[in-house]
């Protein structure tokens, strides 16, 4: 069906969104296609960081990039890429989707309450914006 997939990866609840996902990715994707899983670490902001030392930045990003590296190995049979960005989710996740030339991104959506009618949540943005399929899961 998909010769390119995109997983917005989340990684609390330890992965178990992403793994649920890549799971389904499985039953989705054309023989010899790929998944790219993509988790986005939010900006912080200049004041901020500045008082964060440079070590510890460092230290998330490889954590980050060892969670993906874990999932993306139960992916077995399957081209599973990782991407780790800094900046805003949605925007990030798009512009993952564009380079990966992925015709479908598969985000996670909670449940949506009261403060997501006003903001938007990431989901939201992505299903506004993409150019491509988006399927939301719960």
Do not use: C, W
Request: charged share 15%; hydrophobic share 50%; glycine share 8%.
């Amino acid at each position: 069906m998909y010769k390119s997939i995109v997983i917005a990866a989340a990684l609390f609840n330890e992965g178990a969104t992403t793994r649920a996902a890549l799971a389904k990715a499985r039953s989705l994707l054309d023989a010899g296609g790929t998944v790219t899983l993509v988790h986005v670490i939010d900006e912080v902001p200049g004041y901020v960081a500045a008082s964060i030392p440079k070590a510890h930045m460092s230290a998330r990003m490889s954590d980050v990039k060892a969670q993906l590296e874990n999932i993306a190995a139960e992916g077995a049979g399957m081209t599973v890429n990782t991407v780790v960005r800094e900046g805003q989710p949605a925007a990030s996740i798009l512009g993952a989707a564009k380079e990966a030339q992925a015709d479908l991104i598969m985000i996670a959506s909670h449940k949506p309450g009261l403060s997501d009618y006003f903001i938007g949540s990431t989901a939201a943005r992505i299903v506004r914006h993409a150019p491509i399929s988006v399927l939301v899961t719960r």
